[in-house]
């Protein structure tokens, strides 16, 4: 059973700046996403669940244009105090927000040319991840493209061992893998709602993790997403 937004918040509260330790296996996959993103040509960038701000600090010192915001949101007011404090230098095209627990995005409609969530999709449920997805649809551009990393299932003998173990312990007490499963992300889009223009799966330390980018199609009144 994934854990509940206020269980969720709670956890994170508590973990903090020790969600860095994670790097070990999230940073080559943070990596991949960065190659095939684009976010060289991004103007408006959202983060969903923007965590200690690590990859806000990445993406605003060394990735995007220095005429590109950033805004990032989370639940939990631990990570955005952090994460304020990390992306300080950079406070006149930066902000981050509170987000509550019904899913909204910070954002107008078609108004953000990336939106990126990394290891967050991972600890939702399925009815969560869904909402989360229509937001998606609604904030982004035209062009632009949603960026998606999270645990995946394994692609060799070690990774399918690390995976499964990892599904065991969730299984037993989400709260002591943060919450997290892994899951399948290009399963999770609706090939009617979006095309998936990249997808590849990183191991590190033996840990799977699915990269993902996808563009919305164009909207219909039927579209489903
Ligand atoms: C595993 S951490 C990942 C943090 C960061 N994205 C990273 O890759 O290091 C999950 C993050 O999602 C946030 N989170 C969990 N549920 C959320 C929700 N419903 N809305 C927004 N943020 C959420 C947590 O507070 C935490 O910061």
Known sequence: MPLTVPEARAYYDRFGSKQDSQGFYEDPALDALVRVADFAH???????????????ERLLSRELPES???VGCDV???????????????????????????????AEDRSCDRLVTTYVLDLLSE?????????????????????????????????????RLWRLAYDM????????????????LDSRAWNVAHREVVVAWGVPSEVVVAEPRERSARTPT
């Open 42 to 56: 991004a103007e408006m960038v959202l983060e969903f669940g923007c965590g200690t701000g690590k990859f806000a």
């Open 68 to 70: 590109a915001r950033y």
């Open 76 to 106: 939990s007011p631990v990570m955005i105090d952090l994460a304020t404090q990390r992306t300080a230098a950079f406070k006149d095209r930066c902000s981050i927000r509170h987000s509550g627990s019904d899913l909204v995005l910070p």
């Open 127 to 163: 009815a969560d991840i869904s909402r989360f997805l229509q937001e998606a649809h609604r904030i982004l551009a035209p062009g632009g493209r949603l960026g998606v990393v999270g645990l995946t299932h394994g692609v060799t003998w070690l990774s399918t061992c690390v995976s």
């Open 173 to 188: 007490k989400p709260a002591a893998v943060g919450g997290c499963r892994p899951q399948s992300l290009t399963a999770l």
